[in-house]
């Protein structure tokens, strides 16, 4: 699930959450925002099993990103706006702001 917020700042917050992934030990928010680095945005448990993490952005772009659970598997957001190839074989999650 996504959730955006426009800030005083004219920036906009977004919230990323994962589904409930009550085995997991670890999950980073991995992006184009970040150049695809896998430790820049570790993201922290909610007691419901899910994880989040907030991230500001300029108004106006469109990011690609991927959830990474425990360092090695891949998964999207079930609710992103849309997805794109990637050239893995699989999609990338698509926010825009």
């Not at 959730?3 to 992934?21: G, I, M, N, P």
């Not at 991230?55 to 794109?84: H, Q």
Request: glycine share 4%.
């Amino acid at each position: 699930m996504i959730a955006k917020t426009l800030r005083k700042d004219d920036t906009v917050q977004v919230s990323f959450y994962t589904e409930a992934l009550p085995e997991a030990e670890s999950v980073h928010l991995v992006g184009s925002f970040d150049d695809w680095d896998s430790s820049a945005h570790p993201m922290r448990r909610l007691k419901d099993g899910r994880f989040m993490a907030m991230k500001r952005f300029e108004p106006n772009c469109r990011y690609e990103f991927r959830y990474l659970v425990d360092g090695e598997t891949w998964i999207n957001d079930a609710e992103a706006e849309s997805y794109t190839p990637n050239p893995y074989g699989s999609d990338n999650c698509v926010v825009t702001t």
